[in-house]
Each structure stands twice: as C-alpha cells, then as structure tokens.
C-alpha cells in the first residue's frame, strides 16, 4: 500500500492518502479548464478511509 502526499501551493495544507487510488483520469470540460486554468486537470478517485488532512501555519 503506498502513501500519496500533496498539499496546496501555499503549503498551509497538507494530504496524505494511503492506498491506491480506484480511477486516475484527466478531463477537458470547460469547468475544469477554468478551474485548472489549463486546457486539462488531472483528478484522482479514492476511498473515503485512509486519508487525512493537516493545516499549518508559516510565521
């Protein structure tokens, strides 16, 4: 089982998921380009269990 981490760009959140993920996939609909502001945006679906999240705080 492997440990995925990612965080936001910030850094202020962190991810980490434990397992694998059920589907992988990229989409080109004009809500994830906009959201992506790209011409694609990868997203990833996973179980509910096995991932937490952490806030923190730069000073």
Same mark, same amino acid.
């Given at each position: 089982? *492997? &440990? ?5 760009? *910030?850094?202020? &959140? ?5 397992? +694998? ?8 609909? @004009? +809500?994830?380009?906009?959201? *992506?502001?790209?011409?694609? @945006? ?6 509910? &269990? ?5 806030? @923190? @705080?730069?000073?």
């Amino acid at each position: 089982m *492997s &440990v995925l981490p990612g965080s936001c760009l *910030s850094g202020n &959140v962190r991810i980490a998921v434990r397992g +694998d993920p059920k589907r992988i996939g990229i989409c080109h609909c @004009t +809500d994830c380009r906009q959201e *992506s502001g790209s011409a694609f @945006t990868y997203f990833a679906i996973l179980l509910r &269990v096995g991932w937490g999240a952490a806030c @923190t @705080t730069h000073r």
